[in-house]
């Protein structure tokens, strides 16, 4: 059995302890839970009969765990990580992954003393349509990338404990928080990108609201990239990509569609079966989607049955590199 100690049991720790509980089969459960509202820990221990800790610090001390998951504000995603890593625990951290240079040296140093597995949460790279969009344009089926555009958008995250995530220095705002899923999509799908022009928009206090940005690779294709959260509250969050290739063009707005360049039909490619429930967590998602899939992912590595290379520390830290070199390019996260 790997036992899982979750710290944060917010929004996202509700979704990993859910998922955990989707998952036992595997021969994992969460243990241990951390987190200083009481209502929140009870609710999430409740899933598993899981021990109650005020803090994650406690948690990791004390608790008899394999796996800490850090569901914690970005801004504490550091120093949990490496006391677990310390520890002798494998980790798994939301994303972003944290938010300045230090911070990443020192994890990935850490990493690499302990030996410890350690798998980031950027999980647009375990959805079902960003994989299939991935296998495709690696298997050359339709040619190379020609031009693109991925777009996440939502409404204001309000729903944020403290409102931490509106917090430049604890979050990064939307640049950081949100629009690193998809510049960690296009960086996974494409490469490095060898040109990056970025604009933003700001509210009152000239923090980013709403980023685009331009992206240049060697092979001569340009993505487009778009993520802004300052939409009216009943704006339905909204995550959809376009990729024109040299013999298709590809679409997700709510499923697949490619449309081939030979005149043949429109078709919609059958993707595999995510593991679906309905949650009452609140946040922008409904479903266990993408989120069971990175954690049956994680967990069969650390059984040996993959070798956890799809979201690793380094990646995410290079991906966090990306947006902030982004939002250096459009002025700051905060305008100076």
């Not at 510049?183 to 970025?198: C, H, N, Q, W």
């Not at 700001?202 to 993520?227: C, K, P, Q, W």
Request: aromatic share 8%; charged share 25%.
């Amino acid at each position: 059995m790997i036992k899982v100690g979750l710290i944060g049991c917010g929004f996202m720790g509700g979704m990993h302890a859910a998922c955990y509980q989707a998952l036992e089969s595997l021969g994992v459960r969460v243990v241990a839970v951390a987190d200083p509202r009481e209502s929140f820990a009870k609710d999430a221990a409740a899933k598993s009969g899981a021990e109650i800790y005020q803090y994650g610090m406690d948690l990791i001390a004390k608790a008899d765990v394999d796996v800490v998951d850090i569901c914690l504000p970005t801004d504490m995603h550091v120093a949990h990580a490496v006391a677990a890593m310390r520890a002798g625990k494998h980790v798994f951290i939301e994303k972003p992954v944290c938010k300045n240079e230090d911070e990443m040296e020192l994890l990935l140093k850490v990493e690499a003393e302990t030996g410890v597995k350690v798998q980031i949460g950027q999980v647009i790279r375990q959805w079902s349509e960003y994989k299939w969009l991935k296998a495709t344009v690696d298997a050359g089926t339709y040619g190379k990338v020609l031009s693109g555009s991925f777009r996440r958008l939502s409404s204001r995250p309000t729903w944020a404990s403290d409102g931490w995530l509106l917090d430049v220095n604890r979050s990064g705002v939307v640049a950081v928080d949100m629009h690193v899923h998809d510049a960690d999509f296009i960086r996974y799908l494409m490469g490095e990108p060898t040109s990056v022009k970025s604009q933003a928009s700001r509210d009152e206090n000239g923090v980013i609201m709403h980023i685009m940005t331009l992206y240049g690779f060697e092979n001569g294709a340009a993505i487009y990239s778009e993520a802004c959260w300052d939409l009216p509250k009943d704006y339905p969050f909204t995550a959809v990509y376009q990729l024109r290739m040299e013999k298709a063009t590809i679409i997700h707005d709510g499923g697949i569609t490619v449309y081939p360049e030979d005149g043949s039909a429109p078709f919609k490619p059958e993707l595999p079966k995510e593991y679906v429930a309905d949650n009452d967590i609140g946040g922008n998602i409904s479903d266990l989607g993408g989120y069971y899939n990175e954690l049956k992912y994680f967990i069969e590595g650390l059984q040996g049955k993959n070798d956890l290379s799809v979201a690793t520390a380094a990646e995410a830290v290079k991906s966090v590199k990306l947006v902030l070199r982004e939002a250096e390019a459009a002025g700051g996260l905060v305008s100076k």
